[in-house]
């Protein structure tokens, strides 16, 4: 299956062994093409390769992404798994929870190695920026008194995290270390995605609630919520991306 550029548009062509082309008459050939042989015609971003536009979109997302996280930390109402166990963590230890998550997070990219993931920048950055803007933000922000704040906190970063979501896995540098661990050990078992990824985080829930990790109401909804949070964060990422490459089109001279 062959994609090609013809009278300025983009045309795709499906051969039979004989070569012959499948389609309409006049030369015009249009068939479906399935997502997995669409993913494979377009080349993937590099992981290391970038510009001042995508690592700037990749910080602020990481460090959208882990104001959100301290938010849910400051309501008291439940951390989301990986940060039950970064303040268990912080409990036991004179790291505080944002250098906790570090501390993790480099933790489990040594576990990558036998599992031959491959990082990124992103993979990195996720590593530094996340934990110093969890600290960052909660030296500013206070948990409330009221419930109903404590709620809009929670809520506020789900939200974030969602946002920050969007923004830095729409630059493509790399999985973040969580995330190149469910891949890594899905390729090595091969057990369902969702199966990994379940029990990697009931496991470092577990662990948190143990070392003394709050565990709450605000953990569960960051489960139900998390997933469409995030997806809308791609999705207007997407959009903001698509108009902004549209901003940048050259303008060409009308054609009959």
């Known amino acids: 299956m062959g994609v090609g550029v013809a009278g300025g548009e983009r045309t795709v062509r499906a051969h039979t062994g004989s070569g012959r082309a499948i389609g309409r008459p006049r030369g015009r050939t249009v068939t479906r093409m399935s997502s997995a042989a669409v993913a494979s015609a377009v080349p993937p971003l590099p992981l290391w390769r970038t510009s001042p536009a995508r690592v700037a979109r990749l910080v602020v997302g990481l460090w959208v992404f882990g104001t959100g996280d301290a938010l849910l930390v400051a309501s008291q109402l439940g951390n989301s798994p990986w940060t039950v166990f970064a303040e268990g963590l912080s409990l036991h230890t004179p790291l505080t929870i944002g250098a906790s998550t570090i501390v993790i997070s480099l933790a489990i990219f040594a576990i990558w190695v036998p599992l031959r993931v491959r990082p990124g ?20 922000v206070d948990t409330p008194g009221s419930l109903i704040a404590r709620g809009l906190l929670l809520g506020g970063g789900i939200a974030l995290i969602g946002a920050g979501s969007g923004l830095y896995l729409g630059t493509a540098h790399g999985p973040g270390p969580r995330d190149g661990l469910m891949t890594g050990l899905h390729r090595a078992t091969g057990r369902p995605v969702s199966l990994v990824r379940g029990a990697i985080e009931v496991t470092a829930l577990t662990i948190g609630w143990l070392l003394g990790g709050t565990l709450g109401i605000g953990t569960v909804t960051f ?27 050259p303008l060409s001279a009308p054609t009959r």
């Open 223 to 249: 489960a139900l919520l998390i997933g469409p949070a995030v997806q809308l964060g791609l999705a207007a990422d997407a959009r903001w991306r698509a108009a902004a490459s549209r901003r940048q089109e």
């Open 121 to 140: 920048l992103g993979t990195v950055l996720n590593v530094i920026v996340i934990g110093i803007a969890i600290d960052v933000t909660l030296l500013l």
